[in-house]
């Protein structure tokens, strides 16, 4: 019997990797994505399409009102997304964000009795984002295992971070040797109802820059 786990999958190109990955590993998938507020929907959009290839045994999209609250480029309208790379903290921070969406994954993940939680958080080629460190994910997990039922009587929760000591280039080789179909990934902060990608962001930055270095080709969809 597959052992269960639940994945984050938004849409991007890390998450894509990361339900490959699971797959691999033999998990019975279980995907997970967020309509959090963000400025588009085209990522959530190219989570249905990731969900249905790897036939996952269940996709769930959770709404949350976090675009109500504002203080981040990807839910204010009102604040710009930057094209210049910044020094600390970038105004593409969703505060608290990985907090919530692991918080969320985890309640699921006890009704499922899946002791596992894959999340395609990276802290080499990222972009400053203190929820993408290993610190972070250590914490939380010590969290999951005090703060639920499963926790203290069953042996506990593993959250699996597969990406986080990778750079960009070696995520991407990776999902190529995966048989990862990037070019139904959307990454871009600012991408059009269609998911092409401006190419300026630095998400987008990060993307283009892996691609080179794995000496793969860009199948990105960009913006004419």
Request: glycine letters at 8%.
């Amino acid at each position: 019997m597959k052992k269960k786990a639940v994945v984050l999958v938004s849409g991007g190109l890390d998450s894509a990797t990361v339900l490959a990955i699971a797959e691999e590993q033999g998990y019975e998938c279980y995907a997970l994505s967020f309509d959090y507020g963000q400025r588009h929907n085209s990522e959530l959009k190219a989570a249905e399409k990731l969900a249905k290839k790897y036939a996952v045994s269940e996709h769930k999209t959770i709404t949350l009102g976090m675009g109500e609250f504002g203080g981040s480029a990807l839910t204010d309208e009102g604040i710009d997304v930057p094209t210049d790379q910044v020094k600390g903290i970038p105004v593409t921070y969703v505060p608290a964000r990985n907090t919530v969406f692991l918080s969320i994954a985890l309640g699921w993940a006890e009704v499922l009795e899946a002791w596992d939680i894959f999340i395609g958080v990276n802290a080499v080629d990222y972009s400053g984002y203190p929820d993408c460190r290993p610190e972070f994910i250590e914490a939380f997990e010590k969290l999951a295992n005090v703060a639920t039922k499963a926790g203290v009587e069953e042996g506990g929760f593993k959250i699996h971070t597969p990406l986080i000591n990778l750079s960009k280039a070696q995520i991407i080789q990776k999902g190529v040797a995966l048989n990862v179909d990037y070019s139904k990934t959307v990454s871009c902060y600012q991408a059009n109802a269609k998911g092409e990608a401006c190419g300026e962001c630095e998400s987008c930055r990060l993307r283009k820059q892996g691609f080179e270095k794995a000496k793969q080709p860009d199948s990105t969809l960009y913006q004419q």
